[in-house]
């Protein structure tokens, strides 16, 4: 780790230079040019915590570069800045926990968060050691911004949170998640909710039905599930793989049967192409050429996943022409851990506060788009709560999988289904 700068002088509301400061007082050794030592008693500690006091910074690098006994650019950060591992918190629960921090100082202190001063209040419930989350937190600015941002943007959507205490992996949590697993009956706890901190009032579940669980979860005000997401490009909307809503669907299980593109294949694959005209969805085709018989044995795979990508992709639509659309809606949600026994929760993104409800009502589907030009993806543009999106077809080294990517796209020179002969 490299040694303070000038600039550290004031970094997250002057914390460095406190923590040194402190050392001085105490008669704790500094890592100084390599070597642990006591720096002289003669820095006057008064003066330079006059001007922290002042929250001046101008005034306070020109003092210090004016003082050679606190030798600033020659004290090892390592100390002051590296993640303990004595707490035991991951990276993730760092990112998370550093969220309630944040809630918990503008909320209970009325303040924003100052990792120099923050003591935590007793409405703060997690395992995760504070200190490591303030010292991640002091490393990481684009994280400690998203935290405050993020907290200030709960605290102003909802009232009262002085009646909440700010949970994250506690008893409490946990009981919150096994339950909803549970009654759901779905796969894992990120299925039913994948909240990642829970605002929490008092705790009265309902273990009749997953119905009135769900209503109480979400709806009583008792509990507040939130999910955490930095900003829109962190988000990840996730994936399910094609076998997976192949059974949903009570279908077979796919399989690569092709490792190139011999006779075959392109006969499978044009058998397939012409079986999708009966689509109750609107499908294009990328291709520069509408006669099959020049496209397909023309097209130059542009990765090695090809032939477990495109080939298995247009069997297993070409065998549900009748049930695209339901397909793509269960793949959506499921990647984006929505179903009809979901529980609605709120997801706070980037400066973004809104709700992901359960069930389909917010999912459109556009069009179905067919690659014939050697790309390994097969795409299905959608619209969730009104905002275009596209579901990827695809292997990443194994089978295909449904993958959502954010980014949409307004493609020209698309050939109609009715048109490839």
């Known amino acids: 780790m490299a040694n303070f700068t000038y600039a550290d002088l ?6 460095y230079i406190r923590e040194v400061l402190q050392d001085i007082k105490s008669g704790t050794k500094i890592k100084v040019d390599g070597k642990m030592v006591l720096l002289p008693d003669n820095v006057d500690i008064k003066e ?14 020109k003092y210090i570069r004016s003082q050679n006994t606190l030798l600033w650019t020659k ?21 998370e926990v550093g969220f309630l921090l944040a809630l918990d100082s503008l909320v209970n202190s009325k303040k924003t968060l100052d990792l120099a001063t923050y003591i935590p209040s007793k409405k703060l419930k997690t395992k995760a050691s504070y200190k490591d989350v303030v010292n991640f937190l002091a490393e990481n600015d684009d994280w400690y911004k998203a935290s405050i941002d993020g907290a200030e943007k709960v605290a102003g959507n909802f009232k009262q949170l002085t ?48 119905i009135e669980y769900n209503e109480y979860i979400f709806s009583d005000g008792d509990v507040i599930g939130i999910s955490l997401k930095k900003s829109e490009k962190e988000a990840l909307h996730g994936a399910v793989a094609l076998n997976v809503i192949s059974e949903i669907f009570k279908g077979p299980k796919y399989s690569a049967r092709f490792t190139e593109l011999d006779d075959k294949c392109q006969a499978n694959m044009t058998k397939n192409v012409k079986a999708l005209r009966k689509s109750k969805i609107p499908v294009f085709v990328h291709a520069d050429d509408a006669r099959l018989s020049h496209t397909i044995p023309a097209i130059k795979p542009e990765s090695n996943n090809y032939f477990k990508s495109v080939p298995v992709a247009l069997e297993f639509l070409a065998d549900n022409t009748d049930k695209i659309e339901e397909i793509a809606k269960a793949a959506i949600l499921s990647a984006m851990s929505i179903s009809p026994q979901s529980c609605a929760h709120w997801k706070l993104q980037g400066g973004d506060l809104s709700i992901m409800p359960s069930g ?24 969730f709560n009104k905002k275009q999106m596209k579901l990827q077809l695809r292997s990443k080294g194994s089978l295909p999988q449904f993958i959502i990517v954010k980014a949409a796209e307004n493609p020209t020179g698309l050939l109609k289904i009715q048109e490839m002969k």
């Open 10 to 15: 004031s970094k997250h509301n002057f914390k």
């Open 48 to 61: 330079i915590e006059k001007l922290i006091k002042a929250g001046k910074e101008q005034p306070l690098d």
């Open 75 to 95: 004290v090892d950060k390592s100390k002051y800045s590296k993640i303990k591992s004595t707490g035991g918190s991951d990276k993730t629960s760092l990112q």
């Open 163 to 210: 009646s909440y205490e700010f949970h994250h992996d506690t008893t409490e949590f946990n009981k919150i998640r096994k339950m909803g697993k549970k009654l759901s009956g779905l796969s894992n706890e990120d299925k039913w909710n994948p909240a990642d901190v829970y605002l929490i009032k008092r705790l009265n579940l309902p273990t009749d039905n997953i």
């Open 360 to 383: 389909q009502q917010l999912v459109e589907i556009i069009r179905l788009r067919i690659k014939l030009n050697g790309d390994t993806d097969t795409l299905i543009d959608f619209k």
